[in-house]
């Protein structure tokens, strides 16, 4: 199920937003190299993954709390 309103959020990066109605998101300026994604929503236990971006590219990735 989607989870509207799951704030998304690069700690060291100082980036952040917040998931859609839809459940969907997008995080503009996130650098190249490996970043520590952070997931939470109330009343489910915090996530956190690693994403590794290239130069110049937009990953799409999929999360499931």
Same mark, same amino acid.
């Given at each position: 199920d ?5 704030? !998304? ?7 952040g937003?917040? +998931?859609d109605p839809?459940? &969907? ?13 952070? !997931? ?6 915090e996530?956190?993954? +690693?994403?590794?971006?290239a &130069?110049d ?8 709390m």
């Amino acid at each position: 199920d989607a989870l509207p309103g799951a704030a !998304i959020l690069i700690k060291e990066k100082f980036l952040g937003t917040y +998931a859609d109605p839809n459940g &969907e998101f997008i995080l503009n300026n996130v650098p190249a190299g490996t970043n520590t994604v952070t !997931i939470s929503y109330l009343g489910y236990k915090e996530l956190e993954m +690693a994403v590794e971006v290239a &130069e110049d590219e937009a990953p799409t990735i999929e999360i499931k709390m």
